[in-house]
C-alpha cells in the first residue's frame, strides 16, 4: 500500500519558482514510474512530465524548458522543478506513481498558483 504525500505548493507572481515535492512511503519506489500531473478548473486532467524507473523523462510541450522532474531514489521522493511560472500554470497539481501493470496511486494534490 503506497501511500503518497505532496508539498511544495502555493501562490507565486509570474516569472516565478517553485519546487514540488512528492514523498512516498515504501522501498519499492526505485522501481516506479513517476509522472506529475495537473487540473486546472474545468479542464481535462493532463500529464505535465513523466520519468520512468530507469531515468527517462518526457515533458508536454506547454512546460518544456521551464519544468524539470527528478527523482531521489535513496529518499523515495519525486521533484518537479518549476521556472518562469505563467498563469496558464495554475492548477491542482497531482503526483502519480505505477509499477508495471499495477494499479497506479495518486497524491493528494497540491494547489499551485500563479498571479500578479
Known amino acids: 500500500q503506497v501511500q503518497l504525500v505532496e508539498s511544495g505548493g502555493g501562490l507565486v507572481q509570474p516569472g516565478g519558482s517553485l519546487r514540488l515535492s512528492c514523498a512516498a512511503s515504501?522501498?519499492?519506489?526505485?522501481?516506479?514510474?513517476m509522472g506529475w500531473y495537473r487540473q486546472a478548473p474545468g479542464k481535462q486532467r493532463e500529464l505535465v512530465a513523466g520519468?520512468?524507473?530507469?531515468?527517462?523523462?518526457n515533458y508536454a510541450d506547454s512546460v518544456k524548458g521551464r519544468f524539470t522532474i527528478s527523482r531521489d531514489n535513496a529518499k523515495n521522493t519525486g521533484y518537479l522543478q518549476m521556472n518562469s511560472l505563467i498563469p496558464e500554470d495554475t492548477a491542482v497539481y497531482y503526483c502519480?506513481?505505477?509499477?508495471?501493470?499495477?494499479?497506479?496511486?495518486w497524491g493528494q494534490g497540491t494547489q499551485v498558483t500563479v498571479s500578479s
Open positions: 502519480y506513481l505505477r509499477w508495471g501493470s499495477r494499479p497506479g496511486y
Open positions: 515504501g522501498s519499492s519506489f526505485p522501481l516506479h514510474n
Open positions: 520519468i520512468t524507473s530507469a531515468g527517462s523523462t
